[in-house]
């Protein structure tokens, strides 16, 4: 391109994308075709002359985002920017943005479920409203009951202003019988037939340490050591999934108060809130499986998801 050309090209450009000329205008005023400005125009593009950038103005990484959704096959993937200072910093950016995304997507015709998680928690402080809708505990108490999923579950009731069905009951119980002895108690009972109306829920993913699960904390020896020989990857509610993200078969099935695989399958949109490098081959596993819909987590695990 000649420096005339340049000139010209330039000229076309400023007035193209700084002034809001259309390419008639910009054609009447030079004495060419429009054609001829369109060709210009992408010259200018493939030249460096005109650089596009878009920025979404937002602590979410668009594209990155947009990989993840589309490698997965998500309904929705929302990847925070780092770096992070810790792990606290990561559950803050992550359940602030499951909080955004849960007041976008949400309507009145909407039930909500929730699982207890550290993150999950965070989002619940961080909803400021939501559209007046149902919401349902999907797990019974696991971790400080000042910091449990009942008043979770209360703080999301309160920004829905809506009625709500909590579990009063510890998550892992003693035995079988002791479970269903619980789930005949009038307010759990009311909660878990709740639990097919269910259209959008919010979740943890837990890895098998005491860092990354608040499930771990309560399991007995011999729990940690049948998951470990049955080479669980991740728990989602309670649930234990191996690697390629199918459930697997043990004991503490027999022992959880929460909601079950095949339920949770049933659910239209089930949102994964969860982040930190070490968590990522257990997120890994818990978009493998068949129950999780749409994703929620930091850009360090995003890219290591897409490796």
Known sequence: MGPAELVQATTIARQYYLEGLTKVEIAQYHGLSRYKVARILAACLEEGIVRVEINSG???DTELSERLRQRYQLSNAVVVSGPFADQTAVREAIGRAAADLLGEILTEDDVLGVAWGRTIDVMAQRVQSLPRCRVVQMTGIAGAVQSSSVDLVRRLATAARGPHHPIYAPLI????EALLALRRQQGIEAAMSRWKTITVAAVAVGSWDPEGSQVYGVLSADDRAELSELQAAC????IPLGVDGDPVASTLTQRTM???YQRLQEIPEVIAVA???SKTEAIRAALRSRAVTSIVTDSDVAARLLD
């Not at 119980?173 to 079988?176: A, E, I, L, N, P």
């Not at 728990?235 to 309670?238: D, S, T």
């Open 58 to 60: 937002a602590a979410v």
């Open 173 to 176: 119980v003693s035995d079988h």
């Open 235 to 238: 728990e989602i509610c309670a």
């Open 258 to 260: 929460g909601i079950p």
């Open 275 to 277: 982040g930190g490098e």
